[in-house]
């Protein structure tokens, strides 16, 4: 079959995307390596944006008061900027791992992500599970291994521990010249090349000073301490490690790993290079009946997450949408395939370091902000006419379960009005028993039954109270046919539900039971995932 016509604009733009996301356990250094990224990118011109930013948003919205509290990030954003002739949108993801749920989403709406490690503190347990969400879709990874301005591991060590515990390659490609009060700077492994490190640098501007060759004497002049073992280090690592290799980067197998230091600006460039360099444009999707080309003509794409609330000016839903081929225009028509309906794209956003900006213009590996009047739910696909849906956007099997009620019983179709919408949203799973009762709540993470009753209280008025639920975990089912479905849901009758979807679900007292029941019947299939649509 010959190659399909692309028009030769799109190719072109398509090319110029880069999207990713940073993932790493809390306090690694996100927050502050996104600002400096946007720093480096002209999208803000003063470090500090992003966190006041996050202050602010703590200061006016009442919803939030769940984060304010505790001191977290709850929400994400997008945010886009030019750099070196490219566009880059970066989602941005909760950091806490109570919403890992809605992190795992915005993972699926990435080509690329950069992954960031506290050099002190080597591989994390947030870092392991989302790797493992990354390598579902064998996302490339780049490492930026950070602070090292204070004492750190030792870094041969480091690189050991990502590739035993991590499972993944590493190409060092820049290594660093001591650390601590002792960091000196790094050296450019491809380029053969210092770059000093000047502590505390808060503008973009300035350049950072090369030195050229490792074995130049004006390092063993400037740092007589540090240079032998780090020439005895680069001469182990260049001979015991892996060369970085395109190929197997684009494939999730090699990461290529930077150090440097995020708050002081230091390492920052050679991230956004390799991203610009490296860093996959967007790539073919999987839509059910075939793939979408990102160049393609036609505009597709797929909801992947819904906030509300992110202005409490405005006290909006906004849908994000990866557009995964074709290009946006404002006002165009397109069709939603899950209601079977066509719908209008307004005024579709993007979001700026600290504002929102009307989108004029969207292609493949761009994420648009769709206001959402209630008819957009995660995993929708919108196209202009062909029948296709976008895979691969997972619902997790919750971990915690509480029954929800309201304190005023005349408040109870509110509350239920309230939880279906916020079960659409994905701030929580929805199940209703078949048994009648109360509605079920499932959450991967306790904090969600928190910004749950928080936000029925300020947007929906209502007054929840939540009780234990004795259920360990939830699964999917699947039948091999009618009749096996109709005995099944008769046997389990007093353990079986449906999620908002309408999809059956088994809800487990315990790993043993549903062991048990596993064997009893070998025919049906137990999910612990599921897609959305
Ligand atoms: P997160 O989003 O991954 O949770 O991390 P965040 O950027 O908020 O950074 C966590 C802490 O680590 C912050 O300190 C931040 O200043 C510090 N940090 C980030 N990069 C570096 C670095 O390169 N070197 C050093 N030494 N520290 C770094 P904090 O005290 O928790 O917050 P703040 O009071 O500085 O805002």
């Given at each position: 079959m010959s190659a399909p016509p692309f028009p030769p604009e799109l190719v072109r733009d398509v090319a110029k995307r880069r999207t990713f996301a940073i993932i790493s356990h809390?306090?690694?250094?996100k927050t502050t390596l996104t600002e400096k990224l946007l720093l480096f990118g002209g999208?803000?011109?003063?470090?500090g944006t992003v966190k006041a930013r996050k202050s602010a948003r703590h200061a006016t919205s009442d919803w939030m008061e769940v984060e304010k509290q505790r001191g977290i990030s709850v929400t994400s954003s997008v945010m886009q900027f030019d750099y070196a002739g490219h566009t880059i949108n970066l989602l941005d993801t909760p950091?806490?791992?109570?919403f890992s749920e809605d992190t795992y989403r915005v993972l699926t709406a990435v080509d690329a992500a950069v992954m960031v490690i506290d050099a002190a503190k080597g591989v994390e347990a947030q870092t392991i599970k989302l790797l493992e969400v990354c390598r579902l879709r064998n996302t490339p990874i780049i490492t930026f291994v950070n602070?090292?301005?204070?004492?750190?591991?030792p870094t041969v060590e480091l690189l050991e521990e990502i590739e035993s515990v991590l499972k993944i390659d590493c190409a060092p490609v820049t290594w660093p010249i001591?650390?601590?009060?002792?960091?000196?700077g790094v050296y450019h492994l491809l380029h053969d090349q210092t770059m000093l490190f000047q502590a505390g640098?808060?503008?973009?501007g300035g350049a950072t000073e090369l030195i050229e060759g490792?074995?130049?004497p004006k390092l063993d002049a400037m740092f007589p301490m540090e240079m032998g073992p780090t020439r005895e280090e680069v001469e182990l690592i260049q001979a015991a490690s892996h060369p970085f290799d395109i190929t197997a980067f684009l494939a999730g197998r090699q990461t290529p790993v930077f150090f440097g230091s995020g708050i002081n600006n230091f390492g920052v460039r050679e991230i956004l290079q390799a991203l610009v360099e490296w860093a996959p444009p967007p790539q073919q999707r999987d839509a059910g009946s075939r793939m979408v080309e990102p160049a393609e003509k036609p505009f597709t794409g797929f909801v992947f997450k819904i906030q509300a609330n992110m202005d409490p000016k405005h006290r909006d839903r906004i849908a994000f949408f990866r557009v995964c081929s074709g290009r946006y225009s404002p006002g165009m028509k397109v069709q939603h395939q899950r209601m079977g309906r066509e719908m209008k794209l307004g005024n579709a956003l993007t979001f700026m370091a600290n504002e929102r900006v009307h989108m004029e213009d969207a292609v493949a590996g761009d994420i648009i902000g769709i206001h959402n009047h209630g008819q957009l739910q995660i995993g929708d696909t919108l196209t202009e006419g062909e029948a296709l849906h976008f895979k691969g956007i997972p619902y997790f099997a919750p971990e915690m379960f509480r029954t929800a009620r309201a304190?005023?019983?005349?408040?109870s179709k509110q509350l239920q009005k309230g939880l279906k919408e916020l079960g659409e949203e994905g701030a929580i799973q929805v199940f209703e028993t078949t048994a009648g009762g109360a509605l079920l709540l499932g959450a991967v993470g306790q904090l969600q039954f928190e910004v749950v009753a928080q936000r029925l209280a300020t947007e929906y008025k209502v007054d929840a109270l939540y009780d234990a639920a004795d259920i360990h975990t939830a699964r999917w089912l699947s039948f091999p046919d009618e009749a096996t479905r109709r005995q099944f849901e008769k046997d389990q009758m007093l353990r079986m539900a449906q999620d908002v979807d309408g999809n059956p679900v088994y809800l487990a007292t315990n790993r043993y039971n549903l062991e048990l029941l596993m064997e009893k019947w070998p025919k049906v299939k137990f999910h612990a995932t599921r897609e959305h649509g």
């Open positions: 809390p306090d690694a250094g999208a803000i011109q003063m470090a950091g806490h791992e109570d602070k090292l301005d204070r004492e750190v591991k001591g650390m601590g009060k002792n960091f000196r640098e808060e503008h973009a490792l074995g130049n304190r005023d019983p005349l408040k």
